[in-house]
C-alpha cells in the first residue's frame, strides 16, 4: 500500500515536469518564428536599437513595401512556384511509373531494376562528374536542371512500390478479363487505389522543390532563373559578409533596413508552407509511416 | 477460365522457352513501355556520373573529356592525404559528424519517449504540431532565422544575454561556436520529426507487457528500461547503420549557409570544400577524388555497421 503511493506521487512529480520541459521545449521551436515575425514588423530604428522581441514596435508595413516592390524578389518567386508544381507532377508520374510496373509479377526482370535503384541509395556520384553530366547535356542555366536530375527519389521508389505491390492481383486481373486495356486499368484502377502515397508523397516532393537551394546553386547562374531561396540566402548573408567589399552590391539596400527586410522576405518565403502545413501534417505522417514500415 | 491463364502465366513463364517469354513479355508490353523512361533516368543521371568518377584518377580537362585526358592513377588521391587543408577539413568533418551523432542521433528518441508519457491526448498532438514544424524549413530559412536571433547587434539571444549582463557575442563570428551553431539548428531542426518514427514503434507495443510488469511491482521507469527501450531497439539500429552511412556526409546546405571568412576554419567540411575547390575553382580531378573518397568510405560504414549489428542485435539493413 505505501510503496504503491510512494510511486504515484513521483509519477506526479514526473508528469508535471516532463509536461514543463516539453512545453518550454516547444516554445524554443516557436519563439523564433515569432521573433521573425516581429522583426519584420518593426520599424528600422527599433530592430538596430535591439528592443524588437516577440511583439512588433511601431508597428509598419514597409519592409514588406520593399520586397514586394523588388522585382527580382518577385522573379524568384515565379520560379520557385513554377518548379514547385511542374517538378511535383514529374516526380510523381515518372516515380509512379517505374514503381507500377515493377511492382507487377508480370514484370520479368523487376529483381534487376529494384537492385538498379538500390546501388544508386548505397553508392552515389561525387558532385563534379554529375555537374559534368549537366553541362555535356546542356542543362545548366536552364529551370531543367532543377527539375530533372531530382525526377525519381530513390527512397519514394521504394515506398511507391511497396504500396502498389499491396494492390491484390486478383483485382487486377478481374479487370483484364473485363477486357481492360494495362492503361486503362492503371488510369481506373491502379490510380485511384494510390491516392493516399500519391498525397504522402507529392507533399514530400513539393516541399523539396520550394527548399530548393544547392542545385540551384550548383547549376545556375543566371538571376532570372534563380530560385527564391537562393535569393533569400544572398540576401541573409548580404550583411554577414560586409567585410567582403564584392558583397556591395546590396549597400543600398544597407542604408534602409537590412535586417527587417531580411525578416520580411523569411516570412514571405515561409508563409505558403505554415498555411498548408495544417492540412498536410496527417499525409505526411502517414508518408512517413509507409516509408519507415516496408523500405 | 480467364484467370486460371493468367495465374498459370505467372507461375509457369520461368520454364517455357525464349520465344514464350518473348510473346508473355509481348502481352504485357505496357508495362515494360511505361518503365522505360524511369531506367533511362536512373542509367542517365545515377549511373553515367558514377562511371565519370574516373576522372578521379586522370587530370581531367574539360575540353579533352574523359577519353582524351591524360591517366594518373592515384596521383590525387596522394595529394588529397598530403594537402594540409584537406587535413584540416577532414578533421572538421568528422568532428561535426561525431558530435552530430552523440547529441543530434539520441535527440528524437529521448523526444519520442518524453511525448509517449504525456497523457494529455489533446495537448500532446499541439505540442507535436509545433516540433515537427520547423523539419518543412529549409536550411536558408533556418540560417536566416539563426542569423537574425544570435546577431550581436540585434539579436533575441543577446538582448536576452544583456539583460543578464553579459557581453554580447558574435555567434557566428567566432569560429569556437560553429560546430555547436550546426549541430544545434540541426536539432532544432529535426529531432521534432525525427519522433514520428519512434512513437510509431512505440505504439506498436503489446500493452499486456506493462499489465504483467506492474503486476510484478515494475514502477514507471523500470518499465521504460525493461520494456520500452528494448522494443525501441530494432527501430533505433536501423536508423543508427543509415545515419552512420552518412557520416561524412553531414550535408552542404545546412553547414554553407552558417559558414563566413571568420567562422570557416572550423566550420568547413568535405561538401562545402568539394564546391568551392571543385565547382569554383574547377579543380574538377582532385574533388572528384575526395568525393570518391567519401562516398567509399560511407559504403565501408554501412558494412561494417551491418555487420556488427547483425552479429550483437541481431538487425541488419539487409
Known sequence: MNTKRRASAGWHIFNAANLTFLTILSLLMFLPFLNVLAQSLSDSNAIIAGKVLFTPVNFTWINYQYVFSDAAIWRSFGVTVYITVVGTA????????????????????????????????????????????????????????????????????????????????????????????????????????????????????????????????????????????????????????????????????AHMNPEGIKMATIIIATLPIILVYPFLQRHFVKGMMIGSIKA | MATNIQASDRAGFRTQTNKSLISFMWKYKALYLISLPGILYFIIFKYVPLFGSVIAFQDYNIFNGIAGSKWVGLEHFRRMFEHYDFLKIMNNTILIGLYDLIFQFPAPIILALLLNELRVVLYKRVLQTIVYMPHFLSWVIVGGIAVGILSPSTGAVNQFLSWLGFQPIYFLGEESYIRSILVGSGIWRDSGYGTIIYLAALAGINPDLYEAAEVDGANRWKQTMAITLPSLVPTIMILFLLHIGKFLDFGFERVFVFLNPLNVNNGEILDTYIYKQGLLAQQYSYTTAIGLFKSVVGLLLIVIGNVLSKKTTGESLY
Open chain 1, 90 to 253: 514529374i516526380n510523381l508520374i515518372a516515380t509512379a511509373s517505374l514503381a507500377y510496373p515493377v511492382s507487377r509479377q508480370e514484370y520479368v526482370g523487376r529483381k534487376y531494376v529494384v537492385m538498379m535503384v538500390l546501388i544508386t541509395v548505397v553508392f552515389s556520384a561525387p558532385l563534379i562528374p554529375n555537374f559534368i553530366l549537366m553541362k555535356t547535356l546542356h542543362l545548366t542555366n536552364s529551370l531543367w536542371a532543377l527539375l530533372l536530375p531530382g525526377a525519381i527519389s530513390s527512397f519514394n521508389f521504394f515506398v511507391m512500390r511497396s504500396f502498389f505491390m499491396q494492390i491484390p492481383g486478383e483485382i487486377i486481373d478481374s479487370g483484364r478479363i473485363d477486357g481492360c486495356s494495362e492503361m486503362r486499368m492503371i488510369w481506373s484502377i491502379v490510380l485511384p487505389l494510390s491516392k493516399p502515397v500519391m498525397a504522402s508523397l507529392g507533399i514530400f516532393y513539393a516541399v523539396g522543390h520550394w527548399n530548393t537551394y544547392m542545385q540551384a546553386l550548383y547549376y545556375i547562374n543566371k538571376p532570372a532563373f534563380w530560385p527564391l531561396q537562393v535569393k533569400l540566402n544572398q540576401l541573409i548573408q548580404s550583411d554577414d559578409i560586409s567585410i567582403d567589399p564584392s558583397a556591395s552590391q546590396f549597400s543600398s539596400l
